[in-house]
């Protein structure tokens, strides 16, 4: 992807989404990025320099080519290292005809200007050391983000608080790794630099912080990509219904026939700031109709996926007894031990208020999908559910798989030194297991980096940013 990633030369891209709007920002980065403008910008008022201007100053004017008038524009002008890159930076805001947006760019282009690749302002970023390697992917999910919560753990790691957390680690560990680095080269005269109790101190310490880290990622996970929730029940308990009146519009074809929904139905919806991925699932029951078999095992397959599985039954069913609400449980609880299950009765509308008052008095959610009773309190027990704590306390989260998986490594070494420690083994042998802990760490905040790497990271941007 970027071929030369010491490049200083002048790259410039579209920073709004393209297509036409009010406005379109069109940004510039390098060192010759305002002496470049300014050959085609002419200010409003009075002749101006932009290379003489103060740093975050905005100009009107008009850019111009050849004595011809492309757009009457603000520039905005950012001098390094006081931008967003560390380099010159100049956005140009011009209106957002799609034809405007092109000759703007065609023209700049044409002098000495190339187009930007993905996620190279944030790059750029990167190597001028504005941004660690964390936060620079913290730019792409913040970017993505279609949550409060996935904003928020967004927010806070390009704040630098897992950075800085991960960091502190590395640090005091590094200390000791060159104290015993130091004890090998002074090994035959059997001496010790690094305090040994410290040290334990500091493994059990930094131990304790990665699994803390490790364990958030299935929280972290689930914020970033929404929570999937499976509705199961037999067939005509309404589940096609619920999923409607929770989305609030009819998504799912609803039938009186049973076995309706052969194939699983999709949607997400934002609950208090928490994104939840809804899946309508086929009835399950046995049935010889070889496309419903399909359907059926469709379904087994989205509750192995799903975090939470709404366990739906029928109030009528379960008012005569025809039906043990907690047999239903226990055998969907037997075959998934590792779900969280949270049973529903449905139907309430087909009871009387006696039946209803009994039936409340032995379960925490009763509802009617079809006369939208009861769905408030659902989405209530979702956000129970979700876990939200974390979030509020502002803990440290990882939503990055490429962290956790760093992280997971860190930990494995950390381990190993450990083993060592308790084994007697000699220094010269943990060491080997310390620099690996230290490399996985500095792969998270890009002290270890590679092309290949950045070249992954930074291709999943979006051009402009």
Known sequence: ?????????????????????????????GEKSIEIVNQFFQSKFKSKDLTKVKSHTI?????????????????????NPNSYTGENVVEINCHGSVYIQKEILQLFLKNDVRHADAGEFTLRAFINGK???????????????DSKASHQIAMQQMRGGFSSEIASLREQLLNFASLIELELDFAEEDVEFAD????????????????????????????????????VGEPNVGKSTLLNAILNEEKAIVSEIAGTTRDAIEDELIINGVSYRFIDTAGIR?????????????????????????????????????????????????????????????????????????????????????????????????????????????????????????????????????????DGTTSDLFSIDIRQALYHLGEITGEITTEDLLGNIFANFCIGK
């Open 286 to 422: 046995e049935t010889k109709d070889s496309i419903e078999k399909i359907g059926i095992e469709k379904t087994f397959e989205n509750i192995e996926k799903a975090q939470l599985v709404l366990l739906l039954l029928s109030a009528e069913k379960v008012k005569n007894e025809k039906l043990k609400v907690k047999n239903e449980f226990d055998k969907l609880k037997n075959k998934y031990p590792n779900k969280k299950i949270l049973t529903i009765i449905n139907k309430i509308d087909l009871l009387s208020k006696s039946e209803i008052s009994i039936l409340n008095s032995k379960y925490s959610i009763l509802l009617s999908s079809k006369n939208k009773i009861g769905i408030n309190k659902l989405k209530e027990e979702l956000t129970k559910l979700a876990n939200i704590g974390a979030l509020s306390n502002n803990e440290t989260i990882v939503s990055n798989s490429r962290h956790f998986e760093a992280l997971s490594k860190a930990l494995y070494s950390i381990i190993e030194v450990q083993k060592g420690i308790n």
């Open 59 to 79: 100009h009107l004017g008009n850019i111009i080519e050849n004595n011809s008038i492309i757009d009457e524009v603000l520039v905005s002008v950012f001098k």
């Open 1 to 29: 992807m970027h071929k030369n990633l010491e490049n200083n030369d002048t790259i410039i891209a579209l920073a709004t989404s393209s297509g036409v709007g009010a406005i379109a920002v069109i940004r510039l980065s």
């Open 196 to 231: 040994r109790k410290k040290f334990q101190e500091l493994i059990t310490k930094i131990t304790s912080v990665l699994k803390r880290l490790i364990d958030s990622f299935a929280i972290g996970n689930v914020f970033k990509n929404g929570i999937p929730i499976a509705i």
């Open 131 to 145: 941004l660690d390697l964390s936060q620079a992917e913290a730019v792409a999910d913040l970017i993505a983000s």
